[in-house]
């Protein structure tokens, strides 16, 4: 059992906070923090952590199970599924989400798709010769 | 669904002298959630707790659970933790449990136990030499170890410090049973316990001024319970 | 019971400090006595012995009310009254403690009582009790008896009317706990007027039970003050009167003190609020 992603939640938000756990351990399994076939803590540590009530926590991993994201072992508790294709999923939904949310602001700014493309590269550029990892932030 | 409500008041109203504490309440409170009963100083939410626990009686009104008055017969399927320090100075820790054990029915050792281990309490030490951070995690031990069908909390953080803090509101949340158990829990300082609620009422001048799903609040205004308290009552 | 004995166990420490300065005090004060004899006169000593009688009195009044003062002044009331603990059961056990420290106190302040009078039997000094010389109440054994029967029967009433106290006063501060303000004297008044029903209760047992036999009590010649320099120190008190006590006030009145009880538990379990 590891603790080594954390949990955060904001309570200023709409997104409900079942969905927001499930959030976090999505991006903790799209960065590897999670892995495949790795323990979550049980509901009541993971509850307990993030100061949260039991029922939400248990939604959470519901949901999860339902999505095919996590899988109960009975008696031993709840792991994240080994399943190549969710992983690639996983990257590919999230990044999704991210790239979308970050055209929806440049076209807000006014920029063309060609102008976006090209700052992209240049910042891909920039971030390679720094030699950066990909934890960024933002959501 | 006409199942019976665990808590069930109606018109619920209280006062002392002039003031009314409690201003016609009517609530309903299903068996196993959490219900954060918010508000300002003064607002009612104590006298509403003791009318619950059978410390005060109506005056007008109705207050039930399980279906029965409050009175004798519900006090067994009650605890309650007021927000004064009532346990004897002169006692151990371990006296003050074994008191609350002899005096309700459904007292868990292994829980107390617990507790003890996990707020880290000495057993062997007097009530009047603990610090008001380790009292309160007695309170807690103490109304936390009965097999209730409802726990009251009045206050349980005010006044306590932040490493203490922590520590009862993880203990809320260990041995909190969804589905089993209900919690009542007072405070007005509410960023700390927000996500354990599923239910907020706001209570002011004795009056419900919201009552409502925590989740619902806070998808329809996009702020969190601490944020809406704060703007409700600015 | 388990929780009757925790009630008990924690009343008993809530007044125990009273309870055992005083016995320790009674000792005291008795031994010390004690060491006077012989040289202050014995009237005098045998007369002091009997001020932790009165005393005891005093701390029953004291005790019991401050065995359900503990409560409010320690907060220990909200967890009394939030637990599913029926009212005569929190009266009883304060009751209770108020009864044991004041049966010890009794039997030591009487005891020690005799025990002084005893060793003056050996000091000259004359020492007359209910008419009779203390040297002729420990040499003869008829007299002996009957001292020992006549501390009994006065203990017992003592004792009775101590438990009376008692009752009354817990009920008295029960009732003042009704009131946010003024405690004092709602206490108080609802003091005479609890001994006024009381009264009455006597009243209507006379008539309710004129039937059930009074009570008899022996009184010898001598403490009627019908002295006989004929019959001499070691006699027996053969000759004197038939005192009656009517049982049927005695019923009324016990029954009364019982009504007070239930009444103190009634209110503990129903109508206090903290």
Redesign the interface.
């Known amino acids: 059992m590891t603790e080594s992603f954390r949990v955060k939640?904001n309570?200023?938000?709409?997104?409900?906070?079942y969905m927001q756990i499930i959030d976090e351990i999505k991006r903790a399994v799209a960065r590897n923090t999670l892995v495949p076939g790795e323990k979550l803590p049980s509901q009541?540590e993971l509850?307990?952590a993030?100061?949260?009530?039991?029922?939400?926590v248990?939604r959470a991993y519901r949901e999860m199970e339902a999505m095919g994201l996590v899988e109960t072992r009975r008696g031993e508790g709840t792991y994240i599924r080994e399943d190549e294709g969710l992983l690639a999923n996983l990257r590919s939904e999230m990044a999704k989400t991210a790239v979308d949310s970050f055209v929806r602001q440049t076209i807000a700014l006014g920029l063309t798709e060609e102008e976006v493309l090209e700052l992209v590269s240049s910042v891909y550029k920039v971030i390679r010769r720094d030699g950066r990892g990909e934890e960024g932030h933002g959501r | 669904m006409a199942a019976e409500m665990l808590v069930q008041t109606d018109n619920l109203m209280k006062r002392f002298g002039r003031t009314k504490a409690t201003d016609g309440i009517s609530v309903a409170i299903p068996k196993g959630i959490v219900v954060g009963l918010i508000g300002p100083n003064g607002s009612g939410k104590s006298t509403f707790l003791k009318l619950l626990a059978g410390l005060l009686r109506p005056d007008k009104g109705s207050v039930k659970i399980n279906g029965v008055p409050v009175g004798l017969r519900t006090k067994a399927w009650v605890s309650y933790q007021p927000e004064i320090d009532h346990l004897y100075n002169w006692m151990t820790v371990e006296q003050v449990l074994e008191f609350a054990a002899s005096l309700v029915p459904d007292w868990r050792w292994e829980r107390a136990d617990e507790l003890i281990g996990f707020l880290n309490l000495e057993k062997n030490a007097k009530v009047g030499n603990l610090s008001k951070g380790m009292r309160g995690r007695l309170k807690l031990a103490v109304t936390l170890s009965r097999d209730a069908d409802l726990f009251l909390l009045d206050e349980p953080l005010s006044g306590i410090d932040p490493p203490s803090r922590l520590r009862i509101i993880k203990s809320l949340i260990g041995g909190y049973e969804a589905g089993r158990h209900t919690m009542i829990l007072s405070t007005h300082e509410v960023a700390e316990t927000e996500g354990i609620f599923d239910r907020v009422i706001f209570l002011d001048e004795g009056q419900i001024k919201v009552d409502e799903d925590a989740q619902t609040l806070r998808s329809r205004y996009g702020r969190s319970i601490q944020g809406l308290f704060e703007e409700v009552y600015q | 019971m388990k929780g009757f004995a925790q009630l008990f166990k924690k009343d008993m420490e809530s007044i125990g400090l009273m309870t055992v300065l005083l016995g320790v005090g009674i000792v005291l004060w008795d031994v010390f006595l004690y060491t006077r004899l012989g040289l202050w006169h014995s009237r005098a000593v045998v007369a002091l012995t009997m001020v932790p009688l009165g005393v005891i009195v005093l701390w029953v009044v004291l005790q019991a009310i401050q065995v359900y003062r503990h409560e409010w002044q320690t907060g220990g009331i909200y967890l009394v009254l939030s637990v599913p603990q029926p009212g005569w059961k929190i009266a009883l056990s304060k009751l209770a403690v108020v009864f044991a420290s004041f049966t010890i106190h009794l039997i030591l302040a009487t005891v020690g009582f005799i025990w002084v009078l005893r060793a003056s039997a050996s000091y000259s000094g004359g020492i007359q009790l209910f008419g009779l010389a203390a040297e002729a109440l420990f040499q003869s054994g008829a007299a002996t008896g009957w001292l020992f029967k006549m501390t009994l029967v006065s203990g017992f009433a003592y004792w009775l009317m101590g438990l009376a106290m008692a009752v009354m006063l817990q009920l008295a501060y029960t009732c003042s706990r009704l009131t946010s303000r003024l405690r004092f004297l709602a206490g108080l008044a609802g003091f005479f007027v609890i001994q006024w029903l009381v009264g009455l209760c006597g009243a209507a047992g006379y008539y309710v039970f004129s039937w059930v036999p009074d009570l008899v009590l022996w009184v010898p010649a001598h403490a009627l003050g019908i002295t006989d320099p004929a019959h001499s120190m070691a006699s027996l008190p053969v000759q004197g009167a038939k005192v009656f006590i009517d049982s049927g006030i005695l019923l009324g009145n016990a029954l009364g003190f019982v009504l007070l009880f239930i009444t103190t538990s009634y209110l503990l379990e129903n109508v206090i609020e903290v």
Not at chain 1, 50 to 56: F, I, K, L, S, Y
């Open positions: 939640l309570f200023d938000s709409t997104r409900p906070i009541r509850a307990e993030t100061r949260v009530n039991p029922n939400t248990q």
